[in-house]
């Protein structure tokens, strides 16, 4: 207390007992520009991204990019938890978001205290999750053909990066091609982002739609304003680009070692189940 007092009085340079901060080092260090997507490269992906991983998969991928939510906050999304009377989802605050270590899943809390919040959703995408959730049978939102949880690895794997990347690069035999290379999911985080700063959404609306923490007098001063902004930023989005068919009424090749190339439709039993493609 008297040294820091004695800095404070400019009797001595500094306080020899707090370590001084490298502030400089960090300031002079270059950030790579991350890598987002436009609207309409994102529908290409989840196009791909359907034929690999079915209709789940592509509607994972559209929900993602016109929310901006985590992957562990849509993988762990309970139907519940989607008002589509609303028009929102809600993040959970103790339940909100499904964690991986290992071979074990939880559910547990979101990233942050602020990453618990309600998220208004595109009228094209309350529409969508009408439908899919009207012919889906199970607990959880966004599953495996079986009704499990999504391992992010897995899908990282099977679907993202050759959807992504292309065929070539991600060594699959899908027939994708190379739309937005490098992209990750997260990525479609920031491509979010990226699209309500270009329509112009306020810096509290945007953090309050993402999760983002920001300073106490800023939440204090505007919080009265985000609920009201928190349309007009799903408008935002949805004025970005809106996905103009559903994936599931498509059909798509599919390769069987006994049968080779054949027409899957959705009909199909077999209709989003990557097992015997290519």
């Known amino acids: 207390m008297l040294l820091t007092d004695a800095a404070d009085e400019r009797l001595i340079p500094f306080n020899p007992v707090h370590r001084r901060r490298c502030r400089g080092r960090r300031s002079r260090r270059a950030v790579g ?3 987002w997507a436009m609207p309409e490269q994102v529908v ?3 196009e791909q991204a359907g034929v690999l ?3 789940i998969a592509w509607l994972l991928i559209i929900t993602a990019a016109w929310t901006g939510c985590r992957w562990v906050e849509l993988a762990g999304l309970h139907r519940d938890s989607v008002d589509l009377r609303r028009g929102v989802i809600v ?3 103790l339940v909100g978001a499904l964690h991986e270590s290992g071979s074990m899943w939880w559910l547990g809390p979101p990233k942050t205290r602020a990453s618990a919040r309600t998220i208004a959703l595109p009228p094209f995408l309350v529409a969508l999750l009408r439908e899919h959730l009207a012919r889906h049978r199970y607990e959880f939102v966004f599953t495996t053909p079986s009704g499990t949880w999504l391992w992010r690895s897995t899908f990282l794997r099977q679907v993202i990066r050759p959807a992504v990347d292309g065929s070539d690069a ?3 035999k899908a027939g994708c ?13 920031h491509s979010h982002k990226t699209w309500l700063i270009a329509g112009g959404a306020p ?8 999760g983002h923490h920001l300073d106490n007098r800023v939440v204090e001063t ?15 989005s949805s004025a970005a680009g809106t996905p103009r068919r559903h994936y599931r009424r498509r059909r798509h090749r599919v390769w069987s070692r006994v049968g080779g190339w054949r027409w899957l439709s959705p009909s199909s039993p077999r209709w989003g189940s990557p097992v015997g493609r290519a």
């Open 91 to 93: 993040i959970d605050p």
């Open 177 to 189: 091609a190379a739309i937005r290379p490098g992209l990750t999911f997260h990525g479609l985080r």
């Open 203 to 210: 810096e509290i609306a945007q953090a309050r739609r993402l």
């Open 222 to 236: 505007y919080s009265h304003v985000a609920p009201r902004l928190s349309n007009g930023c799903s408008m935002t």
């Open 53 to 55: 991983g079915g209709p």
């Open 33 to 35: 520009e991350r890598i």
């Open 170 to 172: 991600s060594g699959t």
């Open 44 to 46: 290409r992906i989840a």
